[in-house]
């Protein structure tokens, strides 16, 4: 059996083995496993405190312990985001000191409560400028199912570990595909909630312009559902919250795009899981309606654009604000920032009202179909050192970025929620990703459709998790 964060919680209530028993399992394999580059960074201290507070919830006040519905799962949060009491994020980069923060973000608040005992922070690339997780400052990160290929980015590191088993479940962010991406290069349910679904608080400090969401990878999409339920909602701003529609069985008119252009073409395989998985939809009773790539390249091409903008205006604006020696920064973060240092006030309106248009754009294709099915990713994940960030050509990497996820940050820049799982295996043993979008408000709807294709069982975990393993 190889297991996933509901299967772990379940065992830690039943008292088949203890939160404690779980974070040692987990613990024991981010060392056995610590040439896969997963963990940037490991406090035993704080997840053996975590899982001992957990157990003596479970004598003490075992009504509370078995509410929560991830109690004693150990986890791992990003090395970019929100903060975690306890965990030094430095965003990947050697810009900042490894200082643990004295405080929760909203969300990480979520997680305490939701039972999730967190150790350690993931790989990241420096400032998530990368669809890898190859930072200058290290580890180098690689794909657990095949360690000469990138495990994406830039939420690789929590892909990686979760793929792995070293934990079953951890926190990820997604400005620009950075769930969805190393989701799908590692055989795991990555959702991207809407905009205003998730709290980014109290700071507000990583929304960017509300194009981030922060939410988790994960083995199955039970614990996704899970996850979103209880971390999401009541974000208290900068958005509205987007209110779930309660997803009820009926016929769904579900549009269909299996072509991603001839610039940046997605592989016959890839396509054909699309298909597939759309068949499977059919199958269900829902109606299929194909979608030309005519209809959603000028909305890609302008989310491509917003994203590269509000990126570069961001980092511009942190370094300036923090007064940070900009040299120790790796070349190609040096070259956002000088794009956003020379961007001026009106080139960046025209950006932010491009993304606009794009949530009115996506709109009206929602008006013929309910749910989209889409690739995740053009082709098989790429080498290590696909995605080099040893120069100053921005432009070029997001290029490369848009090349190997030509979907990812349309998702982002509308605000809509997507999500994306595996849908079989290529002939290489490596995932087919899938990935389905829907209006704000729909996650249920996702959760639900992704469910239904999950339950064919065209992929297995490779790996089981830590302290499961049989």
């Not at 395989?269 to 790539?293: C, D, I, K, M, Y």
Request: glycine share 10%.
């Amino acid at each position: 059996m190889t297991g996933d964060a509901t299967t772990l919680a379940e065992a830690i209530k039943v008292g088949r083995l203890t939160a404690f028993d779980a974070m040692q399992a987990s613990l024991h394999a981010a060392h056995d496993l610590e040439a896969l580059g997963a963990i940037v960074y490991l406090n035993r201290e704080l997840g053996e405190s975590a899982a001992r507070g957990m157990d003596r919830e479970r004598d003490s006040a075992t009504p509370i312990f078995q509410e929560r519905p991830f109690a004693g799962v150990p986890t791992l949060a990003k090395d970019l985001g929100g903060p975690f009491a306890g965990l030094p994020v430095t965003a990947g980069s050697r810009l900042f000191k490894r200082e643990p923060s004295n405080s929760d973000s909203d969300l990480a608040k979520r997680f305490r409560h939701a039972g999730f005992c967190p150790f350690g922070l993931t790989t990241s690339p420096e400032f998530g400028l990368s669809f890898a997780s190859e930072p200058a400052v290290g580890p180098i990160c690689r794909n657990p199912l095949d360690r000469s290929l990138t495990p994406g980015g830039s939420s690789g590191g929590a892909a990686a570990a979760v793929a792995a088993g070293i934990v079953a479940i951890a926190h990820a962010t997604d400005a620009g595909g950075s769930i969805r991406v190393p989701a799908a290069c590692c055989g795991l349910v990555g959702l991207k909630p809407g905009r205003g679904a998730v709290p980014a608080g109290p700071s507000f400090g990583n929304h960017l312009c509300g194009i981030a969401s922060e939410l988790v990878v994960a083995r199955s999409v039970r614990d996704a559902a899970c996850a979103f339920e209880a971390l999401g909602g009541q974000a208290r701003g900068p958005f509205a919250d987007s209110a779930p529609v309660r997803f009820e069985a009926m016929a769904l008119r579900v549009g269909v795009l299996t072509d991603t252009g001839a610039a940046q073409p997605t592989s016959a395989e890839r396509s054909a899981a699309v298909e597939a998985a759309a068949l499977g939809l059919e199958a269900q009773g829902h109606t299929l309606v194909p979608l030309n790539w005519v209809e959603i390249e000028a909305m890609v091409a302008a989310s491509r654009r917003t994203f590269g903008g509000i990126v570069a205006v961001n980092l511009a604006a942190m370094v300036q604000s923090s007064g940070i020696a900009l040299e120790e920064a790796e070349p190609l973060t040096q070259a956002f920032v000088a794009r956003g240092r020379a961007m001026s006030g009106t080139l960046l309106w025209h950006i932010l009202n491009e993304g606009v248009l794009v949530s009115r754009d996506l709109w009206r294709v929602f008006q013929r179909v309910d749910v989209i099915v889409t690739p995740m990713l053009a082709s098989a994940p790429l080498p290590i050192g696909s995605f080099p960030t040893n120069h100053e050509d921005a432009e070029l990497q997001l290029d490369r970025m848009a090349a190997f996820a030509p979907l990812a940050s349309l998702a982002n820049i509308s605000g809509f929620p997507a999500i994306t799982l595996p849908f079989g295996a290529d002939a290489g043993g490596l995932p087919l990703p899938v990935q389905l979008m829907a209006p704000f408000g729909h996650e249920p709807l996702l959760l639900a459709l992704a469910a239904q294709l999950e339950s064919e069982d065209r992929w297995q975990h490779r790996f089981p998790v830590a302290g499961l393993a049989e």
